[in-house]
């Protein structure tokens, strides 16, 4: 499904279920015929007609065996981080006679991990689910989570799920110290750019990318000008130090990047529309600096021009090309809230 295909609580927000980010299962019920792992991954699922293991037809997702006594099954996923939940994809796909009837889900805000005495609250009640299908829920719950419970019933198999949320940003011990603010895991969000072809949604991810695909790259230009992506930050800032990692970009790495900064704190409407119009005549932090292939890039001291706090920073690359991860460094300035 297309990104302007998505619901309105998807927008805006990051997948904190994706084991990309750090996601990762912590306990199913039963795993006979699929991993709980599968279920997590970014990728959408596939179908290979004839592939069977030794359990039997490999799928992919997480699948249990039928239930022959009464009960239900249900998963704990630990999320990437601590966030708000916005609503949940729950993705049946290729299950067709094997997928659950029903599903509910609950989450609760247990740092160090849920136990017995862990208190969940029901954030799904439950929902009827369909054949090879996504299933779009919204949450209308406040508070914090930091694990989800699934509950299928009463058994079968689920491709994808997906828990659409905002991370909550952890200033405990922050207030003196830099720190990554352009990290999807603090908040930091990708808003608008000029093109991205091949992919842009894993720039802000946590640790380096794994292969030429993992970040964010452009068609080849052929028009005069340059490329540009525009980053929220998780929060009001002053920035000290940018790295740019062109890792795994050899042959289409850009010649060069810059950038500008704004504080657009209280600006209201279409934010998106505005920084696309705007954004071009922001301060300049950066100026123009030379890329090489497959290195980490850090400009810091002298480079990087001190401004006032920043909400939302726009990275350029001359022409055009890839870059792979994208961390802006800085210290929490007063009202930190984008």
């Known amino acids: 499904m297309s990104a302007g295909a998505l619901p309105a609580f998807a927008r805006g927000t990051i997948n904190l279920a994706a084991a990309s980010l750090g996601a990762r299962g912590l306990f199913a019920t039963d795993e006979f015929f699929g991993p709980l792992s599968r279920m997590l991954a970014d990728e959408p699922a596939v179908f290979h007609p004839g592939r069977y293991d030794e359990h039997g037809k490999w799928m992919d997702g997480w699948e249990t065996r039928r239930r022959r006594g009464p009960g239900h099954d249900h998963a704990v996923v630990a999320l990437a981080t601590i966030g708000h939940i916005r609503g949940f994809d729950v993705d049946t796909a290729f299950f067709t006679g094997n ?13 160090d991990g849920p136990d017995d005495a862990t208190v969940w609250t029901e954030l799904l009640s439950p929902s009827p689910l369909g054949p090879s299908a996504q299933h779009f829920f919204d949450c209308a719950a406040d508070g ?3 694990h989800v419970r699934l509950r299928i019933f009463p058994d079968g198999g689920v491709a994808r799920l997906r828990v659409y949320g905002v991370p909550a940003l952890d200033r405990k011990g922050r207030e003196n110290e830099a720190f990554d603010l352009a990290s999807a895991l603090s908040g930091g969000q990708v808003i608008a750019l000029s093109n991205g072809h091949y992919g842009h949604q894993r720039l802000l991810a946590p640790g ?20 540009w992506i525009v980053v929220r930050l ?8 940018i790295v740019v990692d062109t890792a795994h970009f050899k042959g289409n790495y850009p010649d060069a990047c810059s950038v500008q900064a704004a504080d657009l704190t209280g600006t209201t409407g279409d934010l998106p529309t505005l920084v696309t119009a705007a954004s071009m005549f922001w301060q300049e932090i950066l100026p123009e600096q030379k890329l090489a292939a497959d290195r980490i890039h850090t400009f810091d001291g002298h480079l990087v021009k001190r401004a006032d ?3 939302h920073v726009r990275l350029n690359i001359h022409p055009d090309g890839g870059i792979s991860r994208l961390r802006v460094f800085g210290r929490l300035a007063e009202g930190g809230k984008t």
């Open 99 to 111: 997928y659950p009837t029903a599903c509910a889900i609950e989450g609760c805000h247990a740092p």
């Open 144 to 146: 914090l989570y930091s």
């Open 208 to 227: 380096r990318g794994i292969n030429m695909g993992d970040g964010w790259e452009t068609s080849r230009r052929r028009e005069p000008g340059h490329e």
């Open 234 to 241: 998780a929060a009001r800032a002053t920035v000290e130090s």
């Open 309 to 311: 706090a920043v909400t």
